[in-house]
């Protein structure tokens, strides 16, 4: 491999060079993103139960799209090749949306957010596991300085309340969730047969959808659509062009181009961002000591960005 190309054949070779800088770029604006959803997200939940939200959200992303791959870029629809490969993408990312949420009547966000740290390392596992794709010691070693900083964000610099953490039902049914989402990073390389980005976008959308709509059904028939303030329609297409479409290309892009932990290891920047984001929003400030442990995080990713993969 030469000049930032990437083997197409050989799942554990990663890119170099100018692609290499330009998928790591692509997880740091994943990240900033990802926090824009919460807040946004977190505000329209207030009108909508979240995974009728979630169910709105993916709908206008398949339509986005759909309307993007075979009306402006003319791709031939097609039932893919292989299709099973999309369902179990579906899958995974729809238990992760829906876990979250559930964990969320049993927890504090806090808490769910403490088990989101484990994600990076499960992806190395899985990683291994999918495709004997092996992560260096060093790398390790820097994405638990970058949990250890995450971690101290989320906590808002409370060791009392770091402390007294405790795992219960919310935890462990959100686990699940972050156990499905770091097998979905390394299938997305896996499961690549060299289409088009977009068209594997969309199928992989469209079967998110599918499973979404299981829970999401009896509260999308309860709703008094009328009813619903303006922003949560806002809410919804930004939810679906930016923090599903969007993220879903940056991530795609970085997976053939990144082992699977340096990937999901920009995901400890989601805590600081939605902190920075909520500041912005004049909803206050973190205290100087969350913003320590924003800078112990972002070390840690500088500082595994820059070791080989």
Not at 104 to 132: I, N, Y
Not at 141 to 169: E, H, K, Q, T
């Amino acid at each position: 491999m030469t000049n930032g190309r990437i083997s197409a054949n050989r799942h554990n070779i990663h890119a170099t060079g100018r692609q290499k800088l330009l998928a790591h770029l692509a997880m740091l604006l994943f990240a900033m993103l990802i926090a824009s959803s919460f807040s946004i997200g977190g505000l329209a939940t207030r009108s909508m139960p979240p995974i009728a939200l979630q169910a709105v959200r993916y709908g206008a992303t398949v339509a986005v799209i759909g309307t993007l791959c075979f009306g402006v870029f003319r791709h031939r629809f097609r039932l893919p090749a292989e299709p099973a490969r999309f369902f179990v993408l579906g899958l995974l990312m729809a238990v992760y949306m829906v876990t979250m949420f559930i964990a969320l009547q049993f927890t504090a966000p806090v808490a769910t957010g403490a088990v989101f740290t484990l994600m990076p390392l499960a992806s190395a596992v899985f990683a291994w596991m999918l495709m004997r794709q092996r992560t260096r010691p060093d790398v390790l070693l820097s994405l638990l300085l970058a949990a250890v900083g995450a971690i101290w964000v989320i906590f808002r610099g409370d060791l009392g309340a770091l402390l007294a953490f405790d795992v219960g039902r919310g935890e462990l049914i959100y686990f699940v969730g972050v156990l499905c989402h770091a097998a979905y990073v390394p299938l997305l390389r896996r499961f690549n047969r060299g289409e088009p980005a977009i068209v594997f976008v969309f199928w992989a959308t469209v079967c998110t959808l599918l499973f979404i709509l299981i829970p999401a059904t009896p509260q999308l028939a309860s709703i008094d659509y009328a009813a619903l303030p303006g922003f949560v329609w806002f809410a919804a297409i930004y939810l679906a062009v930016v923090t599903t479409g969007i993220t879903f290309f940056l991530l795609q892009f970085a997976s053939m181009r990144l082992p699977a932990p340096k990937v999901l290891g920009y995901g400890y920047l989601t805590p600081t961002f939605i902190i920075i984001l909520e500041g912005l929003m004049g909803h206050g400030w973190a205290s100087a000591s969350v913003f320590a442990g924003a800078l112990v995080t972002a070390g840690g990713l500088v500082l595994m960005a820059r070791l080989p993969d």
